[in-house]
C-alpha cells in the first residue's frame, strides 16, 4: 500500500511481554503482508527488541533464533553475574547481533525505545544512539537483567513506565496508532478463582439399572451425578490451593502491566489495539515462538478491514 504525498503517518507500538513479544514478530509480517510500512515505530522492552531488529533488518535471522530455541535454551546467550541491580547479562546475546547494528538517526522510520530511570522512575525516550543499546536498556527486567548505564542514567525496562508507549508514538509524529498490547488478556490462574458455592451432598447411586430406555436414563442421571462430585472435588482442591513464588511473581507482573496499560490508553488511546491472546503464554516460554508469531499475525490481520479503512483516511 504506497504512501500518498500528505498521507497520514501511521505508528506502530509494539508492548512489553517478555517471551510473549514473539507475537510482535507475526504483527509485522502481516503488516508486510498487507504491504503497510509504519512510519514510526515506539517499543518498550520486547516490543523495541523486535521494533529494532526490524529496523536493522536483522528481523529475519532474529525470527530463525527465536523459532529455534527449546525450554531454557535463551539462557546459553546471557552471562549469570550478579552485578549492576541484577543477575543475568544479556550483552553476550545483544553483541551477537551487533553487526545489524545502526543508528536510531539513520533509520529509513522513526523508532523510539521506552525505558525507565532506575534513579527516579522517570520515563525515558531513546531516540537516538545505537539500536541495539536502545534495546537492551528498554528490556532490562529489575533484579533479573543487568541495568543498562546510558547518558549517566541508570535504565530499565520501560514497562515500569509505559508497557504500551502510544504517547511516545505520537510525540514522535503518528498521525494513526496500532498499539499491540500483549498484557491486555493476561494470564488466568483458573485454580485461584473462587470456587462456587457448595453443592448439596448427593445421596448414594443405585447402581443397578434395568435394561432399556429406563435404564439409559438411569445411565444418564448416574453420569451427571459423577460429573457435579467431580466439580464439586475440584472446587474443594482449589479453595485450598496455595499459590507458588514464582506464578505469584508472575501474576503479580502481568496485573502491573495491565493495570498500567489500561490507564495510559485512557490517557493517550491508539485508533486501533491489537490483543493477542496470551493468557496461556507464561512469560518466559521462549520456546513457543511459532504459536505466538501465528497468534500475533491473525490478531493483526482479524482486525486488516479497519486498518485499511483507517488508512484511507
Not at 498521507?7 to 506502530?12: I, N, S, T, V
Not at 451432598?201 to 457435579?228: C, F, H, M, W
Amino acid at each position: 500500500m504506497a504512501k500518498k504525498s500528505g498521507a497520514k503517518k501511521l505508528g506502530l507500538v509494539l508492548g512489553s511481554g517478555a517471551a510473549r513479544g514473539w507475537a510482535h514478530i507475526g504483527v509485522l509480517r502481516a503488516l508486510n503482508d498487507m504491504g503497510v510500512k509504519p512510519d514510526v515505530i515506539a517499543g518498550c522492552s520486547v516490543g523495541a527488541l523486535v521494533g529494532g531488529a526490524h529496523l536493522i533488518g536483522a528481523l529475519e535471522e532474529f525470527e530463525s533464533w527465536a523459532r529455534m530455541l527449546k525450554p531454557l535454551s535463551a539462557l546459553q546467550r546471557f552471562t549469570l553475574k550478579v552485578h549492576r541491580g541484577g543477575f543475568v547479562d544479556t550483552s553476550p546475546a545483544f553483541e551477537a547481533f551487533r553487526g545489524y547494528d545502526k543508528n536510531i538517526e539513520d533509520l529509513d522510520a522513526a523508532f523510539v525505545a521506552v525505558a525507565a530511570d532506575l534513579a527516579t522512575g522517570e520515563e525515558i525516550a531513546i531516540t537516538s544512539g545505537s539500536v541495539i543499546d536502545a534495546a537492551r536498556a528498554s528490556s532490562a527486567i529489575p533484579v533479573v537483567f543487568h541495568a543498562v548505564r546510558m547518558n549517566d542514567r541508570w535504565l530499565v525496562d520501560g514497562a515500569l513506565a509505559n508497557p504500551a508507549p502510544v504517547s511516545q508514538a505520537r510525540q514522535m509524529g503518528a498521525d494513526i496508532v496500532i498499539s499491540v498490547d500483549l498484557n491486555a488478556v493476561p494470564r488466568v490462574l483458573d485454580r485461584f478463582d473462587a470456587p462456587p458455592p457448595a453443592l448439596p451432598a448427593l445421596a448414594p447411586a443405585d447402581t443397578s439399572q434395568p435394561e432399556g430406555v429406563t435404564g439409559a436414563v438411569a445411565k444418564l442421571i448416574d453420569d451427571t451425578r459423577t460429573a457435579i462430585e467431580r466439580q464439586f472435588e475440584f472446587a474443594k482442591a482449589r479453595a485450598k490451593a496455595q499459590p507458588h513464588l514464582f506464578e505469584t511473581a508472575y501474576a503479580a507482573a502481568d496485573i502491573f502491566q495491565m493495570q498500567l496499560a489500561r490507564a495510559r490508553a485512557k490517557i493517550d488511546p491508539p485508533e486501533i489495539c491489537i490483543q493477542p491472546d496470551m493468557r496461556d503464554a507464561m512469560p518466559t516460554a521462549f520456546d513457543r515462538a511459532d504459536e505466538f508469531i501465528e497468534e500475533g499475525y491473525s490478531a493483526l490481520m482479524r482486525r486488516r478491514a479497519e486498518i485499511e479503512t483507517l488508512l484511507k483516511g
